[in-house]
Each structure stands twice: as structure tokens, then as C-alpha cells.
């Protein structure tokens, strides 16, 4: 799919269908919680996509959902989950490109 910006600028996007999985938060999950997640197969596991959702759906409006996987859980990467690392991709998808 391409994506046009506001500037006019078409950027390929790829997309995935799957299950998405509301967590409360805000936290990162535990080995645990991820492991017991597993259970449900989500594509993935968030925590703002559904109540924002669900407060626009109260208001009449259509809903699209589109979420940016800012980091895998813990336990799926060796290494161990960096706050920073979550954070600098969040402010890389929050601008124009």
C-alpha cells in the first residue's frame, strides 16, 4: 500500500491483519505476561488503540485503527527492553517524513 504524506510524498506501507491484544498499562509486560499472551496468538498487545476506539465509536465516529509496534515484548529479543529505544521511535513516527 502507499501511503501519501502531507506533502505529497507516497511512502510504502506494509500492512498486517491480526489480533490485537489491550493491555491497561502503561507498562511493559512481564517474561510472564508475555508468555501467558501467547495463549490468545495476538499480532500484537497495546494499550491505547482500544479505549480511544471505543471513546470515538461512543461518539458516532468510523474507526480505522492503525498502531505503530514501537518494540517486541520481553523475552522475545536477547537483549532487554530499553524505554529510550521505545521512546526515539515513537518521536521518529510522530513526523512528517
Partial sequence: MLLTLQNGT???VKLHHGIYVFNSGPN????????T???LAPGTVG???VPEA???RMLGLH????SIITNLAAG??????AHEEVSEIGKMM???V
Avoid at 511493559?28 to 508468555?35: D, R, T
Avoid at 474507526?63 to 492503525?66: E, H, I, N, T, W
Avoid at 522475545?76 to 527492553?81: F, R
Fill in 28 to 35: 511493559y509486560e512481564s517474561k510472564g505476561a508475555v508468555e
Fill in 54 to 56: 471505543l471513546a470515538a
Fill in 94 to 96: 510522530s513526523h512528517p
Fill in 63 to 66: 474507526v480505522y485503527g492503525l
Fill in 10 to 12: 507516497k511512502v510504502p
Fill in 76 to 81: 522475545i529479543e536477547k537483549k532487554p527492553l
Fill in 47 to 49: 494499550m491505547s488503540s
Fill in 37 to 39: 499472551l501467547r495463549e
